[in-house]
């Protein structure tokens, strides 16, 4: 296929939206809300989340506050938002893992670093325990410790 004709596939679609709205309020409306929704959705943070094949490296930059959770347990559900919410404005000090699967990434994980519940906040140094986090968890809490961590 040739490059002009997949462009003109592609945006046929926009063609019949832009003649759809012109001389409708209604369509405009109800297709500026949808695309801005799709924006917001796409440009949303949600704090950094590593993965078990990645996890060392995430953790090897200096000081860390670290959750690990599991996407099933009900007091990580309620902290997600409050943990999100400081995670986006400290820069990077604030990791995120889900070890709730039960396979061999995951286990070593929990092991390594002594992860008997969910949800457990440990302080990592280079990857080092260095402390646990036992204070309150609202993302006020989380974001004062990690703006201390200097």
Same mark, same amino acid.
């Given at each position: 296929?040739k490059?002009?004709?997949?462009?003109?596939?592609?945006?046929k679609?926009?063609?019949?939206?832009?003649?759809?709205?012109?001389?409708?309020?209604?369509?405009?409306?109800?297709?500026?809300?949808?695309?801005?929704?799709?924006?917001?959705?796409? *440009?949303? /943070?949600? %704090?950094?989340?590593? +993965?078990?094949?990645s996890? =060392?490296?995430?953790?090897?930059?200096? #000081?860390?506050?670290?959750?690990?959770?599991?996407?099933?347990?009900?007091?990580?559900?309620?902290?997600?938002k409050?943990?999100?919410?400081a995670? *986006?404005? /400290?820069? %990077?000090?604030?990791? +995120?893992?889900?070890?709730? =699967?039960?396979?061999?990434?995951?286990? #070593?994980?929990?092991?390594?670093?002594n992860?008997?519940?969910?949800?457990?906040?440990?302080?990592?140094h280079n990857?080092?325990?260095?402390?646990?986090?036992?204070q309150?968890?609202?993302?006020q809490?989380?974001?004062?410790?990690?703006?201390?961590?200097?």
């Open positions: 296929m490059l002009d004709t997949a462009f003109k596939k592609l945006f679609p926009i063609k019949s939206l832009k003649k759809l709205v012109k001389n409708n309020p209604v369509a405009f409306v109800l297709v500026a809300y949808v695309l801005f929704r799709i924006f917001k959705l796409c *440009n949303r /943070v949600e %704090g950094f989340e590593s +993965k078990p094949a996890f =060392d490296q995430d953790v090897s930059g200096g #000081k860390k506050l670290v959750w690990f959770y599991a996407d099933w347990c009900g007091h990580c559900k309620r902290m997600k409050e943990w999100d919410n995670s *986006n404005k /400290v820069n %990077g000090k604030m990791v +995120k893992i889900d070890l709730g =699967d039960d396979n061999s990434e995951t286990k #070593k994980i929990s092991e390594r670093y992860i008997e519940g969910f949800p457990t906040i440990l302080l990592l990857g080092e325990k260095q402390a646990e986090y036992n309150e968890r609202t993302a809490a989380f974001e004062t410790y990690c703006n201390n961590l200097d």
